[in-house]
């Protein structure tokens, strides 16, 4: 594409496009020869409602609520000839979902990751916290949304589900990635800083095992799984694990919220007794040894991949008639997970509300859905 200017930017290049956007490789240019290079997302025209308009507004705003070494930073945020457009920092590295099965973390690795995804989301559920309208909460966090860099920062992704607790959604609507809902959002519980905890355990086990947890697939069949929990020790499939790491892990997953830890902050602080001798250098080893090296990583979405769908299938919101709740007697694990699939050499661009890779375009990740709630 040829230069075009987007108020102070140039943009660039194209990065990547989703249903709610897209991302360009832009720069802004100063005196002296200065110039910085970011990414800037466009809300695109075709599309666009007031909800979404509202989304990506909501989004920005969040953002710039936010000031943390492990929360993806936003520059600037402005509306050029009716177009609305975020501007952020340009990262490069690999999700979570690539080190998943491209550079097995180890057990301190997990943990390190853990811990600094904990203050990430301590960071989070601190806004608003004793301001009487509720503390902030992510709302959908998953392997894709998190970035480890190449200098070995982690960075915590995708705003466009955050929102207030007690917050009115409408028609009791959950949106999310399903195998990352805690069971309780099916039962018609609002999400809060618990729920964002659930989605952590889920994470770091499936760092820890190298498989996903709740396969995707049928969305029934994914939330009959998650409704039943944990069907077999995490120690037994990874020997190698600290027992406490292990069951501090089942605790984020447990279906008595009582039993999870009770904030970020203090998971945070648990974690850090497990990650000696893991540290940014680490990390970014690993990275490196995930770009490459062939292997096998969860497809990620684009920029539209936080605004709320209905499920594929019948275009219409799940309710919670659609999927009776499972017994809670134990599950058969499901045999062999999917793997995930990363390319040599790939580079990534995160923003805000996704994940633009330097890649061809494949097939997508199962995208987030809404949920009707009771």
């Known amino acids: 594409m040829g230069a075009t200017k987007l108020g102070k930017y140039t943009l660039v290049s194209p990065l990547g496009a989703g249903g709610m956007g897209e991302v360009f490789l832009a720069a802004v240019d100063g005196p002296h020869g200065f110039r910085r290079e970011v990414a800037i997302k466009v809300m695109r025209s075709a599309g666009k409602t007031a909800q979404r308009e509202a989304l990506f507004l909501s989004e920005a705003r969040t953002l710039a609520e936010l000031r943390h070494r492990n929360i993806v930073q936003v520059f600037d945020f402005d509306v ?116 964002d905890l659930y989605a952590v355990g889920v994470t770091l086990h499936e760092l820890l095992t190298g498989e996903r947890l709740f396969r995707d697939g049928d969305p029934e069949a994914v939330m009959q799984l998650v409704t039943r929990g944990l069907t077999r020790p995490l120690s037994e499939q990874v020997p190698s694990a600290p027992e406490g790491l292990a069951q501090l892990i089942e605790r984020c997953l447990s279906r008595d919220r009582g039993t999870r830890p009770q904030s970020a902050r203090s998971l945070a602080r648990e974690l850090r007794a497990f990650h000696e001798g893991f540290g940014p250098a680490e990390l970014a080893r690993a990275v490196k040894r995930t770009s490459g090296a062939p292997g096998a990583f969860e497809p990620s979405t684009m920029m539209g991949s936080a605004v709320s769908r209905a499920a594929p299938s019948s275009g219409e919101p799940f309710t919670r008639s659609q999927v009776e709740p499972a017994p809670l007697a134990p599950a058969r694990r499901q045999s062999s997970a999917p793997r995930w699939a990363f390319a040599a050499g790939a580079a990534v661009v995160l923003v805000g509300a996704g994940v633009a890779w330097l890649l061809p375009p494949r097939e997508e990740a199962a995208p987030p859905v809404t949920v009707a709630a009771p």
């Open 80 to 195: 050029h000839e009716g177009q609305p457009y975020l501007v952020m920092e340009l990262l490069h590295g690999a999700s979570l979902a690539a080190l998943i099965d491209g550079a097995p973390l180890g057990p301190a690795g997990v943990a390190y990751v853990g811990a600094e995804l904990a203050e990430a989301l301590a960071a989070v559920h601190a806004v608003g916290r004793g301001e009487g309208q509720g503390s902030l909460v992510h709302g959908d966090l998953s392997p894709s949304n998190v970035l480890a860099c190449s200098d070995g920062a982690l960075k915590l992704l995708d705003f466009g589900l955050a929102r207030r607790e007690r917050q009115d959604t409408g028609a009791g609507e959950r949106a999310g990635k399903l195998p990352y809902l805690a069971p309780e959002l099916f039962a018609g519980a609002e999400p809060d800083a618990l729920t």
